[in-house]
């Protein structure tokens, strides 16, 4: 491992994102607490349960932006860097793909992990801070991190304009966050349609990110351990067999 190489990686991402943090860190957590409120004064008042309700929501609220930063995060970076011409530089330094990937990924890391605690935070004047299980926060937390900022790179690195990273955000991204159970539970859905949100990775990332904070869950944890897992080490070796081949880097 060339921990020089991806430290300078890292720092550049980090850099890079504290100097877009109005941009990057702000909307989400304003979003978020939007959303709670709506809950709260109309939703959740309306069914006498409005606490119970803004509890449940959380998790969701916090794993939807998560998702969301850690994609916008890896795709910006790199069609960026291959609109400058950069990436063809970083391409030929002395650091493995794998290690490129990792220091791209960690900057989502990094961005969504300032962004998912500062939602916490700020949603803790609604409901009262709890965490069940740190260790399940915070594997569900890398996983989006590594599935969803994987596919922002390989997104960049197929898009030919910069309209297109906005199109999967708005026709991908957007549907599988709201139909991934952020704002209810499945068990309320008709059978037919807890059946399809099954193939939903956004919904056991919800999921097993709100057992680990509330220690409640729809679906069996290891059913989506196990398709996250899978998933994550697919999406991050095709990340790194497509900057090894640099799909689409001169185009």
């Known amino acids: 491992m060339n921990w020089v190489g991806l430290s300078t990686v890292i720092h550049r991402e980090v850099t890079r994102i504290l100097k877009v943090a109005n941009q990057a860190l702000f909307p ?30 959380v998790p969701g ?9 850690a994609y916008q995060n890896s795709a910006f970076s790199v069609f ?14 002395p650091l493995s793909y794998r290690e490129l990937v990792l220091g791209i990924l960690a900057g989502g890391i990094v961005r969504g992990g300032i962004t998912a605690g500062s939602i916490l935070i700020a949603t ?10 740190i260790g399940a926060v915070l594997a569900y937390f890398l996983l989006a991190c590594i599935i969803f900022g994987s596919l922002g790179i390989i997104i960049a690195l197929w898009a030919e304009q910069f309209d297109h990273l906005g199109v999967i955000n708005t026709f991908v991204l957007t549907p599988l966050s709201m139909l991934g159970g952020v704002f209810y539970s499945i068990s309320v859905l008709p059978p037919t349609v807890q059946f399809l949100t099954l193939f939903n990775p956004v919904f056991y990332l919800v999921d097993g990110f709100r057992y680990g904070i509330l220690g409640s869950n729809d679906a069996p944890l290891w059913l989506g351990a196990l398709v996250l897992g899978v998933l994550a080490a697919a999406c991050f070796s095709l990340t790194v067999h497509l900057m090894g081949r640099g799909w689409h880097v001169k185009e």
Do not use: C, D, W
């Open 80 to 93: 960026i860097a291959k609109y400058s011409r950069y990436l063809e530089h970083v391409l030929t330094m």
């Open 28 to 57: 989400p957590v304003i979003s978020s607490l939007l959303y709670l409120a709506i809950f709260h004064f109309v939703i959740g008042k309306a069914r006498g349960q409005s606490t119970e309700y803004l509890a449940f929501l």
């Open 124 to 133: 803790a004047f609604f409901v009262t801070p709890q965490i069940h299980s």
């Open 61 to 69: 609220l916090v794993m939807m932006s998560v998702v969301n930063n």
